[in-house]
């Protein structure tokens, strides 16, 4: 699904996290496709309707679309959030006015999994507004379910093996093979 619609890139890539690798997954190419997001979202949903989701949040960029998409499809009028970056410091925030109540059951969803960065973002901006994070539903985990969100159940519709590198270590770079960030 990934290669048709090609998402797959090869080459030299800047993740994100600053780690490098050969491998890069362009999520905005599932994204333009409405009924691809709403194939893939819906595998999401349907996993985690046995979490009783109260709220959906998703960090920006690609975590809006995938909120919004998961959300409708656990039905029963779940509301969509995004988490934003802070514009001086590290991490994310609920802002535009979305409040979660003491103790809501949250759903954190993203796109393609890396480091996990964005992701514990999220879960510290929800825990931070009082949410109660019960799971992560994610599109594509390229480390192969290597990484853990504090013993949280997690979902992948695509579990990958995509080796990243520090830029120190990088053989790509090395090997003088030209970088392009993402």
């Known amino acids: 699904m990934l290669e048709a619609a090609g ?11 600053g780690r490098h690798g050969d491998t890069y997954i362009e999520k905005f190419r599932l994204l333009e496709r409405p009924r691809l997001t709403e194939s893939l979202c819906g595998q999401i949903a349907a996993w985690a309707r046995a979490l009783d989701v109260e709220i959906v ?31 001086v410091g590290d991490g994310r925030y609920l802002g535009r006015g979305f409040s979660i109540d003491a103790g ?5 969803v993203d796109d393609v999994l890396t480091t996990g960065g964005s992701v514990r973002d999220t879960l510290d901006a929800v825990r931070e507004a009082g949410g109660e994070p019960v799971g992560v539903g994610l599109i594509v985990d390229r480390t192969n379910g290597a990484t853990s969100f504090d013993g ?7 579990e990958i093996d ?7 270590d990088c053989p790509l770079c090395r090997d003088g093979v030209a970088l392009t960030r993402t």
């Open 7 to 17: 998402a797959v890139l090869r080459g030299h890539f800047q993740y994100a996290s």
């Open 162 to 168: 995509v080796a990243s590198y520090d830029p120190a």
């Open 57 to 87: 949040v998703g960090p920006t960029t690609g975590g809006i679309l995938l909120g919004h998409e998961t959300a409708k499809q656990l039905g029963n009028d779940v509301p969509a959030y995004f988490a934003e970056r802070r514009e």
């Open 104 to 108: 809501q059951r949250v759903l954190v």
């Open 152 to 158: 949280l159940p997690m979902f992948a519709c695509l």
